[in-house]
Protein backbone atom coordinates (compact mmCIF):
# COMPACT_ATOMS: atom_id res chain seq x y z
CA UNK A 1 0.00 0.00 0.00
CA UNK A 2 1.77 3.12 -1.14
CA UNK A 3 1.27 5.97 0.41
CA UNK A 4 2.86 8.49 3.44
CA UNK A 5 2.06 7.64 7.34
CA UNK A 6 2.54 9.59 10.09
CA UNK A 7 1.71 8.69 13.68
CA UNK A 8 0.79 8.95 16.07
CA UNK A 9 -2.79 10.28 14.75
CA UNK A 10 -3.52 11.99 18.37
CA UNK A 11 -0.11 12.93 20.53
CA UNK A 12 -0.60 15.15 24.46
CA UNK A 13 2.66 16.67 25.84
CA UNK A 14 3.41 17.72 28.86
CA UNK A 15 5.35 20.59 29.68
CA UNK A 16 9.02 20.87 28.94
CA UNK A 17 9.23 17.56 27.61
CA UNK A 18 10.21 17.07 23.90
CA UNK A 19 8.29 14.78 21.15
CA UNK A 20 8.71 13.44 18.26
CA UNK A 21 6.27 12.91 15.23
CA UNK A 22 6.69 10.35 12.60
CA UNK A 23 6.67 10.59 9.14
CA UNK A 24 7.28 7.61 6.71
CA UNK A 25 6.78 7.13 2.93
CA UNK A 26 7.24 4.50 0.66
CA UNK A 27 6.95 6.63 -2.48
CA UNK A 28 10.57 6.71 -3.32
CA UNK A 29 10.27 10.84 -3.40
CA UNK A 30 13.61 12.66 -3.06
CA UNK A 31 11.83 16.06 -0.69
CA UNK A 32 9.88 15.58 2.51
CA UNK A 33 7.94 18.68 4.40
CA UNK A 34 6.61 19.83 7.64
CA UNK A 35 3.83 22.30 7.87
CA UNK A 36 2.18 23.20 10.72
CA UNK A 37 -1.48 24.11 10.76
CA UNK A 38 -3.40 25.95 13.53
CA UNK A 39 -7.17 26.32 13.71
CA UNK A 40 -8.94 28.52 10.98
CA UNK A 41 -5.47 28.92 9.16
CA UNK A 42 -3.39 27.80 6.22
CA UNK A 43 -0.20 25.57 6.54
CA UNK A 44 3.02 27.08 7.57
CA UNK A 45 6.53 25.29 7.14
CA UNK A 46 8.23 24.29 9.38
CA UNK A 47 11.44 22.12 7.88
CA UNK A 48 11.69 20.45 4.57
CA UNK A 49 14.56 18.31 2.95
CA UNK A 50 15.44 17.68 -0.71
CA UNK A 51 17.82 15.07 -0.35
CA UNK A 52 19.14 12.86 2.19
CA UNK A 53 20.99 13.99 4.80
CA UNK A 54 20.21 17.54 4.47
CA UNK A 55 17.43 19.59 5.16
CA UNK A 56 16.34 23.33 5.60
CA UNK A 57 14.36 25.83 7.84
CA UNK A 58 11.22 26.67 6.39
CA UNK A 59 9.37 30.10 8.18
CA UNK A 60 8.86 28.64 11.70
CA UNK A 61 11.90 26.48 12.37
CA UNK A 62 12.37 27.90 16.50
CA UNK A 63 11.86 24.85 18.38
CA UNK A 64 11.51 22.20 16.25
CA UNK A 65 14.50 19.52 14.89
CA UNK A 66 13.96 17.38 11.95
CA UNK A 67 16.59 14.83 10.76
CA UNK A 68 16.65 13.06 7.75
CA UNK A 69 18.79 9.79 7.52
CA UNK A 70 16.91 7.14 5.39
CA UNK A 71 14.88 8.60 2.23
CA UNK A 72 11.68 7.13 3.45
CA UNK A 73 12.14 8.80 7.18
CA UNK A 74 11.38 12.91 8.22
CA UNK A 75 10.68 12.64 11.69
CA UNK A 76 10.18 16.09 13.62
CA UNK A 77 11.21 16.51 17.35
CA UNK A 78 8.65 19.23 18.92
CA UNK A 79 11.18 20.44 21.86
CA UNK A 80 10.36 22.19 24.95
CA UNK A 81 11.65 25.40 23.66
CA UNK A 82 8.45 25.50 21.20
CA UNK A 83 6.44 27.41 24.01
CA UNK A 84 2.74 26.85 21.53
CA UNK A 85 3.36 23.60 20.17
CA UNK A 86 -0.35 22.25 20.11
CA UNK A 87 -1.66 22.32 16.03
CA UNK A 88 -1.99 19.87 13.50
CA UNK A 89 1.10 18.66 12.32
CA UNK A 90 1.13 17.54 8.30
CA UNK A 91 4.14 15.96 6.79
CA UNK A 92 4.11 15.85 2.99
CA UNK A 93 6.50 14.59 0.25
CA UNK A 94 7.10 15.57 -3.57
CA UNK A 95 8.73 13.53 -6.08
CA UNK A 96 11.71 15.35 -8.64
CA UNK A 97 12.31 19.31 -8.89
CA UNK A 98 9.87 20.27 -11.39
CA UNK A 99 6.51 21.16 -10.21
CA UNK A 100 4.57 17.91 -9.16
CA UNK A 101 2.31 18.31 -6.62
CA UNK A 102 2.98 18.08 -3.24
CA UNK A 103 1.40 14.89 -1.29
CA UNK A 104 0.21 14.83 2.65
CA UNK A 105 0.12 13.16 5.09
CA UNK A 106 -3.25 12.50 7.45
CA UNK A 107 -1.59 14.36 10.03
CA UNK A 108 -0.77 14.07 13.74
CA UNK A 109 -2.83 16.60 16.54
CA UNK A 110 -0.63 17.60 19.34
CA UNK A 111 -2.06 19.26 22.19
CA UNK A 112 -0.37 20.12 25.58
CA UNK A 113 -1.83 18.57 28.78
CA UNK B 1 3.99 40.33 2.40
CA UNK B 2 1.33 37.64 1.74
CA UNK B 3 1.92 35.47 -0.93
CA UNK B 4 -1.15 34.01 -1.34
CA UNK B 5 -4.46 35.59 -0.46
CA UNK B 6 -7.89 34.33 -0.46
CA UNK B 7 -10.11 36.77 0.61
CA UNK B 8 -13.10 34.68 1.14
CA UNK B 9 -13.16 32.70 4.70
CA UNK B 10 -16.70 31.22 4.07
CA UNK B 11 -18.68 30.60 1.31
CA UNK B 12 -22.20 28.73 0.46
CA UNK B 13 -23.34 27.34 -3.11
CA UNK B 14 -26.54 24.94 -3.38
CA UNK B 15 -25.76 21.86 -4.38
CA UNK B 16 -25.77 21.13 -8.21
CA UNK B 17 -25.04 25.08 -8.63
CA UNK B 18 -20.99 26.43 -9.43
CA UNK B 19 -19.21 27.80 -6.95
CA UNK B 20 -15.78 30.51 -7.85
CA UNK B 21 -13.28 30.44 -4.70
CA UNK B 22 -10.62 33.37 -5.28
CA UNK B 23 -7.05 33.16 -5.38
CA UNK B 24 -4.32 36.15 -5.98
CA UNK B 25 -0.47 35.72 -5.89
CA UNK B 26 2.14 37.52 -5.56
CA UNK B 27 5.17 37.14 -7.22
CA UNK B 28 8.51 38.21 -9.03
CA UNK B 29 9.27 35.19 -10.49
CA UNK B 30 8.66 34.26 -14.47
CA UNK B 31 8.30 30.59 -13.23
CA UNK B 32 5.77 29.31 -10.77
CA UNK B 33 2.95 26.83 -10.61
CA UNK B 34 -0.29 27.20 -8.83
CA UNK B 35 -1.96 24.51 -6.81
CA UNK B 36 -5.90 23.86 -4.80
CA UNK B 37 -6.01 21.61 -2.03
CA UNK B 38 -8.90 20.35 -0.82
CA UNK B 39 -9.21 19.90 3.18
CA UNK B 40 -12.18 17.67 4.52
CA UNK B 41 -12.58 17.61 8.31
CA UNK B 42 -10.63 14.59 8.90
CA UNK B 43 -7.55 16.99 8.03
CA UNK B 44 -6.11 15.42 5.04
CA UNK B 45 -4.84 17.63 2.17
CA UNK B 46 -6.60 16.42 -1.26
CA UNK B 47 -4.73 17.75 -4.39
CA UNK B 48 -7.18 18.88 -6.46
CA UNK B 49 -5.46 20.81 -10.03
CA UNK B 50 -2.41 22.43 -10.77
CA UNK B 51 -1.36 25.48 -13.13
CA UNK B 52 2.25 26.51 -14.37
CA UNK B 53 3.17 29.91 -15.26
CA UNK B 54 3.57 29.40 -18.56
CA UNK B 55 0.44 26.78 -19.38
CA UNK B 56 -1.95 28.68 -22.09
CA UNK B 57 -4.88 26.75 -21.33
CA UNK B 58 -6.23 26.83 -18.40
CA UNK B 59 -6.03 23.87 -16.28
CA UNK B 60 -9.16 21.41 -15.77
CA UNK B 61 -9.65 17.72 -13.77
CA UNK B 62 -13.25 16.52 -13.88
CA UNK B 63 -15.46 19.15 -11.88
CA UNK B 64 -12.68 21.37 -11.23
CA UNK B 65 -11.06 24.15 -13.12
CA UNK B 66 -8.99 27.03 -12.41
CA UNK B 67 -9.60 30.36 -14.13
CA UNK B 68 -5.70 32.20 -14.70
CA UNK B 69 -5.15 36.10 -15.44
CA UNK B 70 -1.64 36.18 -15.44
CA UNK B 71 -1.67 39.89 -15.89
CA UNK B 72 -4.01 40.13 -12.48
CA UNK B 73 -1.84 37.71 -10.73
CA UNK B 74 -5.45 35.49 -9.56
CA UNK B 75 -5.91 31.92 -9.92
CA UNK B 76 -9.69 31.00 -8.95
CA UNK B 77 -11.23 27.76 -8.28
CA UNK B 78 -14.10 26.79 -10.29
CA UNK B 79 -16.10 23.71 -9.23
CA UNK B 80 -19.25 23.01 -11.36
CA UNK B 81 -22.21 20.82 -10.05
CA UNK B 82 -21.45 21.45 -6.25
CA UNK B 83 -21.72 18.21 -4.59
CA UNK B 84 -22.67 17.89 -0.41
CA UNK B 85 -18.77 15.87 -0.68
CA UNK B 86 -17.29 19.22 -1.52
CA UNK B 87 -17.87 20.72 1.75
CA UNK B 88 -14.69 20.86 3.16
CA UNK B 89 -11.49 23.90 3.82
CA UNK B 90 -10.08 24.39 0.47
CA UNK B 91 -6.43 26.01 0.03
CA UNK B 92 -4.51 28.28 -3.00
CA UNK B 93 -0.45 27.49 -2.87
CA UNK B 94 1.82 28.53 -5.05
CA UNK B 95 5.28 26.98 -5.89
CA UNK B 96 7.93 29.82 -6.71
CA UNK B 97 11.53 29.28 -8.65
CA UNK B 98 13.15 28.43 -4.49
CA UNK B 99 11.01 25.24 -4.44
CA UNK B 100 9.13 26.65 -1.28
CA UNK B 101 5.31 26.62 -1.43
CA UNK B 102 3.16 29.01 0.38
CA UNK B 103 -0.50 28.43 1.43
CA UNK B 104 -3.32 30.91 1.83
CA UNK B 105 -5.40 30.61 4.74
CA UNK B 106 -8.13 29.14 2.98
CA UNK B 107 -11.64 29.00 2.08
CA UNK B 108 -14.50 26.82 4.21
CA UNK B 109 -17.28 25.90 1.33
CA UNK B 110 -20.46 24.39 2.55
CA UNK B 111 -22.58 23.06 0.21
CA UNK B 112 -26.61 23.22 1.20
CA UNK B 113 -28.59 20.67 -0.05
Known amino acids: DGGITQSPKYLFRKEGQNVTLSCEQNLNHDAMYWYRQDPGQGLRLIYY???????QKGDIAEGYSVSREKKESFPLTVTSAQKNPTAFYLC????????????FGDGTRLSIL | AQKITQTQPGMFVQEKEAVTLDCTYD???????LFWYKQPSSGEMIFLIY??????QNATEGRYSLNFQKARKSANLVISASQLGDSAMYFC??????????FGAGTRLTVKP
Open chain 1, 49 to 55: SQIVNDF
Open chain 2, 51 to 56: QGSYDE
Open chain 1, 92 to 103: ATKAGWGNQPQH
Open chain 2, 93 to 102: AMRESNNDMR
Open chain 2, 27 to 33: TSDQSYG
